[in-house]
């Protein structure tokens, strides 16, 4: 008897996926080496105009801090059957240190949660991750080391906060906006007019940088190097043309007519939720984020880019204007950043690093919370509704 099996018309799967997937490889290995081959001459020639025209300097300084810690946060909104359960925290590490004189504050906030379950809806992931970014930069704000790095950029923050005041658009209601309430009351004792005060917090803080892990950022390649035709972003730039310890000089963000017009002359917070301080609300959030805005003025937020070791990336940096005018304190504060950087083993500096472990084990929080709810003596589910308690999907 013929085997059936040989005549069956189906893929083996995944083993024919994969093959086809490394087939493709030798192709975008030539997509990238077309990337960066044929940049070499005009990245030379990009980096020695900056140098030319003094927009370039090389570290000098031989002071550092070791009171230095890293921010960073996670959220998780895990769909259940019958509702959502959601898990946002925020997180703070020291660096490699010797300075045992600087501890988290008077209230010791290394750390903030909050969960909560909700009812089904798709606004619920604005929620979490607005409430992560306010928590991250409240553990910023309330620490007293003399560095403190944000990661990621700030502008991210402000369009996730924003995401999360403007969740009318998705027809959110009031147990939404209740949700809030109870989260700034929980973690705070704070009312939602409040978060412009959380947020001025942070953002007046010059200890507090920002560091980008990724950006996709050509503020001043088409500021000033269009003319070289250069093909990647600015990260990349400085990365293949900076000398080690060779930084740019801090300059405002939004120095492109690009970037300004895209990000920062319309960076806005704006609540729509249906609350009866709205209005003085948007007064107090426009307020707090206003310096670093660029309609009709300079933002008092600068960046910088700074390469530490010779065969390293560059790290972009974000920083407020009384810092980035200050080049003793400045070199200061890249040395500092240099000194936590285990390269080649670790890439970004390692509190950064190490924080960014901290933050992703939020899905055992998640994990301990569901099961200690289907365990909970107080939990009031018969056993034909029990179903909800799982996840919507099988889980492997």
């Known amino acids: 008897m013929e085997n059936q099996s040989e005549n069956r018309n189906y893929a083996h799967l995944p083993d024919e996926l994969l093959a086809k997937i490394l087939d493709r490889v030798p192709t975008t290995v030539e997509k990238m080496n077309s990337m960066f081959d044929i940049q070499d001459e005009p990245i030379k020639q990009g980096i020695d105009h900056l140098r030319s025209s003094g927009k370039l300097s090389k570290l000098s300084t031989l002071e550092y801090s070791t009171s230095l810690i890293a921010v960073d946060g996670s959220f998780i909104l895990e769909k259940m059957t019958g509702s959502d359960l ?11 240190t010797e300075d045992t004189t600087k501890d988290w504050g008077g209230d010791k906030n290394q750390y903030y949660q909050w969960q909560t379950a909700l009812s089904h809806d798709e606004a619920n992931a604005r929620l979490g991750q607005g409430v ?11 620490a007293e080391h003399d560095i403190r790095i944000m990661d990621g950029a700030h502008f991210t923050s402000i369009l996730k906060i924003n995401s999360m005041l403007s969740a009318k658009d998705d027809s959110v209601g009031e147990e939404y906006a209740q949700a809030l309430r109870d989260f700034l009351q929980e973690t705070y004792k704070k009312i939602i007019p409040d978060i412009p005060d959380i947020i001025k917090a942070a953002f007046n803080d010059d200890r507090i940088i920002a560091l980008a892990k990724y950006s996709s950022s050509r503020d001043i390649i088409d ?11 600015d ?7 900076l000398n080690e310890d060779e930084y740019l000089k801090p300059l405002s963000v939004g120095q492109s007519t690009e970037e300004k017009r895209k990000i920062w002359d319309d960076l806005h917070i704006k609540c729509n939720l249906e609350i009866a301080e709205r209005d003085k609300l948007n007064q107090a959030l426009a307020e707090a984020i206003k310096p670093l805005t660029t309609k009709g003025k300079e933002s008092e937020l600068y960046f910088t880019y700074y390469k530490p070791y010779q065969d390293g990336p560059a790290y972009r940096i974000e920083l407020k204007k009384s810092l980035a005018q200050d080049t003793a304190r400045l070199e200061k504060y890249l040395l500092s950043i240099k000194r936590q950087i285990v390269f080649p083993e670790i ?16 899905s055992t929080g998640m994990f301990a919370i569901e099961e200690a709810i289907k365990l909970s003596p107080a939990l009031k589910i018969d056993k034909g509704k029990f179903n909800l308690l799982f996840n919507y999907r099988t889980k492997l």
């Open 132 to 142: 992560m970014f306010l928590m991250e930069l409240s553990v910023l704000a309330n």
């Open 235 to 241: 990260k990349t730039f400085f990365s293949l043309g």
């Open 347 to 362: 890439r970004e500096p390692y509190p950064q690093y190490l924080v960014d472990l901290m933050a992703k084990s939020i």
């Open 86 to 96: 959601l898990l946002a925290v925020a997180v703070g590490v020291e660096g490699l």
């Open 223 to 233: 500021a000033f190097l269009s003319k070289y035709k250069i093909k990647i972003d």
